[in-house]
């Protein structure tokens, strides 16, 4: 389909001298005479300066997407936030019942005491026989065995230790908090539920969004322009040049803070033949969600390059085409290479060339056709739709 967009008030005066040129005033006439070659505004092709962008489908993750599982089992006792809702660093979530592991604690505590008493025993033991060998009233194998019962008494009380220990631990898992500042996800429970460690589905998910990651990923031709386009020697030293990037929402609104490319990654994924690349974004008042959908945006500034109103090009079966102006003022239509797009403007690196002219405006014409051109200057229409 040819696409051609209104040209303003500069066209309509073109159009009105054409259509002089052809009133019976102008000595035309609609007799059955030749008619005049039609009257149409030319453009002839220069460079400038000129900045273009580049734009790539996001998705958008929080810096930390944490999935919330029990690291003990039990029923589900307390529920303390709703879906959506924000969360701090430690606050409560999730409350299982935790009687089975206050139980454990108790059993470990009665072990500990038990163990000490033993270990205290074993001590007076050995304390009682170090003066009998010393006045070799007994032999000293007694006294290395009251030891050796000292020492294994002492390791049971480490041991009981460790299970008293380890039972604080469960009873504290069993309050399940916030391991970051974020917004809690969809719940998957619900109080009452069985809680457990072998549960393929998480309780929730919290996402942290004070900085957001717009992931994107760029072809194998891009990514070769990409490498061309900055500078650097190593692509590290690329990224680091790149100029902050904008975010354009799925509303099409622009993201008002703008975005630094921070990493890309090592390798083309085989099932694409793209490279992914990852932008960091500043979410301070958590507009950016984590699953949310975007375009990242990305500007090449271009030292010196050919640069076309939009309205002087037609699009058929995805490829664009200008009507070039020859010698004898015969058009013929030709495609051109579409680099980049600022506003109602295209930079072109293939196709055409400085001092080619191209018809501006057209609603229809057809190849061989020769014309009658009026020049436009390229800088006048700048003047009313800038780049």
Partial sequence: MRKY???????LSVLVFSLSCHSPQAGGGYGGGPQPPRSLPVVTVSKRPFTMYREYTANLEGSNDIEIRPQVSGYIEKIFVDEGAFVKK?????????????EALNNASAALAVARANQASAKINMNKLEPLVKNQVISPIQLETAKASYDASTANVAQAEAQVANAKINIGYSLIKAPVDGFIGRIHVKIGSLASMSTSDPLTNISEVKDVRAYFSVSETAFLKFKD???GKTLDEKIKN???VELILSDNTVYPIKGRVEIVAG????????IPFRASFANPNGVLRSGSTGRLRISITIPLGVVIPQEATYELQDKVFVFLVGDSNKVNSVPVQVNGKTGNYY???QGLKSGDRIVYGVESINDG???NPIPMSLDSLLKVRPM
């Fill in 5 to 11: 967009l209104n040209t303003g008030m500069l066209t």
């Fill in 90 to 102: 430690g606050q409560p979530i999730f409350k299982i019942n935790d009687l089975p592991y206050q």
């Fill in 229 to 231: 386009e900055y500078p």
């Fill in 242 to 244: 790149l100029p902050p």
């Fill in 267 to 274: 390798q083309f994924s085989t099932g694409t033949g793209a």
């Fill in 347 to 349: 930079h072109v690196d």
């Fill in 369 to 371: 056709t020769v014309i």
